[in-house]
């Protein structure tokens, strides 16, 4: 019985390898040193770790300044998303009006909107608007890429909740506005908290329009776009080059823990309940 | 005045749509209709030429070679995207609990993995001289690929990125085929091994049609992700060497942003999302029929 197991076990192991690898090789090469990393025999176990490769990557020119303004348009960009998209969640979820029907299917459709083909005339609006090399350009950018994503996984939250429950908060004399905040919000906050994060990850890996719109001002830099040349500011530093690469993956890889362990259930029960 | 609070809550959402995604989706086609090159971005007043640009890209060989690459790109990277995410998908199903959770816990990982840090990975991983790649191969006893530079020949890069696009995307793929997997009763399973067939028959006239939707949901999804393909391509080879895995919205930036020809380039774009729309219009019909009746 083993036996017959054997060639699924290797199967599942070639592709844990497979998956596991590339990543484990980046943080293995971050704390190496720079002797071992230039052996011709690689070694595949951190014998002398160090962290001198994080200590170059942290005192690379302007790391901080990066880190800052990739933080700064993407908590920007999902704290605008998630005001804006929980307002039109609760339209489309609790409310019956004219042009609904038509609301939603122009936000599935604006959710496959081909994002990379308005790369030029978004370069040329932000040019004629004085908004090029500007982060708050990138921040919009962000802000609707991720609206209508957010808008339906809220939306499915909302659906997920009574409305019994804030029929009897009205009843006992709350304003509707009241109700929403102390009955419905409490119980969304997990979905809003996984939302947010998911729309974090997307803002924070965005690279096509960070690296189009921010070109004369490159202390406006974000992080992805500075990873990506990094041949310029390592040379041939492979350390150094992954010990950045690793930081930059370190908030999502903390996101994707968060999320892992509290919502797969709770946002896919969300987002499939219409 | 009930009436008109739905409209003013949406309000916000339909105004950002418009300026941030209508207005520059009809900029772009009015810029593939117009002359419109470094002199008219710095003093405006561009003029219109009808079809001129479109004449000038779809006369060009060089555009149909990039269409035939851009097709090769989706069809390669997709069919291998499918083909490996259902067997990872029908493998993790049969694997037990605790072997199970660590496959799926490294294909999390892979699929958290940032995009422009995978590419710096990748390109680490097949660096020539010290890149562990060249060291396995070389030890295997393919003694060519010692000190091998993968990006400097157009053929290997492509290969790169299709290994790149494929590791990444199939974490998505495989586990929602799985978990759509769990949802199949094993009755089915049962009395189809009672009638004797095959592990192929059952794939086929079980598994298969009770999962087709979800595989045409994934397929589109795929084909608009690979087909739309940039940061990897640019941040690895920037359609390089000799244009070798230039696709179609790699080959728009560059039109527009190296060479100044805006106009060019945005009727590459037009061109690429009509492309695009095509080649998927039936099965985005019909999603978004699907969608609607469940409103």
């Avoid at chain 2, 992700?225 to 920037?238: H, L, M, N, P, T």
Wanted: aromatic residues 12%; glycine residues 6%.
């Amino acid at each position: 019985m083993r036996l017959r197991r054997l060639p699924l076990t290797l199967a599942a192991l070639s592709v844990l390898i497979v998956s596991v690898f590339p990543v484990y090789w980046m943080v293995l090469t971050a704390f190496k040193p720079t002797r071992d990393i230039q052996a011709d025999t690689p070694t595949f176990w951190p014998s002398h770790p160090t962290l001198d490769h994080f200590a170059t990557a942290i005192s690379a020119d302007g790391f901080g300044l990066f880190w800052r303004n990739s933080l700064l348009v993407t908590v920007s960009a999902v704290l605008a998303a998630m005001a804006v998209a929980l307002l039109a969640a609760f339209a489309v979820a609790r409310m019956r009006w004219r042009g609904r029907r038509g609301f939603i299917l122009m936000v599935f459709i604006a959710q496959m909107a081909p994002w990379e083909a308005l790369l030029i005339s978004m370069f040329i609006i932000a040019r004629d608007t004085g908004m090029l090399d500007k982060l708050s350009m990138l921040s919009l950018i962000y802000f609707m890429t991720t609206l209508p994503f957010t808008i339906v996984t809220l939306r499915g939250f909302l659906a997920a909740i009574p409305p019994e429950l804030e029929e009897a908060a009205q009843m006992d004399g709350a304003s509707r506005v009241v109700a929403f905040r102390r009955v419905v919000f409490p119980l969304l906050a997990p979905g809003l908290m996984s939302t947010s994060l998911f729309g974090f990850i997307t803002a924070w890996n965005e690279f096509a329009f960070a690296n189009a719109l921010i070109i004369k001002n490159q202390d406006d830099r974000t992080l992805p776009v500075w990873l990506s040349s990094f041949s310029n500011i390592f040379g041939t530093d492979w350390g150094a080059t992954m010990a950045a690469a690793t930081l930059f993956m370190l908030p999502v890889l903390l996101i994707f823990l968060v999320l892992q362990r509290r919502v797969t259930s709770g946002f896919t029960a969300g987002a499939i309940k219409g | 005045m009930p009436g008109l609070w739905p409209y003013l809550l949406v309000a916000p959402t339909v105004l950002g749509a418009a300026y941030l995604l209508l207005y520059p989706l009809l900029r772009s086609v009015v810029i593939s209709f117009q002359h419109f090159r470094t002199g008219e971005l710095i003093r405006g007043g561009a003029a219109f030429v009808g079809l001129e640009n479109y004449q000038e890209v779809l006369g060009s060989g060089e555009f149909w070679s990039v269409v035939w690459r851009t097709l090769l790109w989706t069809a390669v990277n997709v069919v291998l995207i499918m083909v490996i995410s259902t067997l990872v998908a029908l493998m993790i199903a049969r694997l037990r609990k605790r072997l199970r959770l660590a496959v799926m816990s490294g294909l999390v990982l892979t699929w958290a993995t940032p995009v422009l840090a995978a590419t710096t990975i990748f390109q680490w991983l097949f660096q020539s001289r010290l890149g562990v790649v060249n060291w396995l191969l070389a030890t295997l006893g393919l003694e060519s690929f010692r000190s091998y530079t993968w990006f400097a020949d157009g053929t290997s890069t492509f290969v790169i990125l299709v290994v790149l696009v494929v590791w990444q995307s199939v974490p998505f793929a495989a586990l929602t085929l799985y978990a759509a997997l769990t949802t199949i009763p094993a009755e089915l399973y049962e009395s189809a091994r009672i009638d004797g067939a095959t592990g192929w028959q059952i794939f086929r006239n079980v598994t298969f049609p009770i999962l087709r939707p979800l595989f045409g949901l994934i397929t589109s999804l795929e084909v608009i992700w690979v087909f739309k393909c940039f940061a990897q391509i640019w941040a690895i080879s920037r359609g390089g060497p000799d244009g070798a895995t230039t696709t179609l919205p790699v080959y728009a930036f560059q039109v527009a942003q190296s060479l100044h020809k805006y106009d060019l380039g945005a009727a590459i774009s037009t061109l690429t999302v009509l492309i695009l729309v095509a080649a998927l219009i039936t099965h985005l019909r019909r999603m978004l029929r699907h969608e609607g009746d469940q409103l």
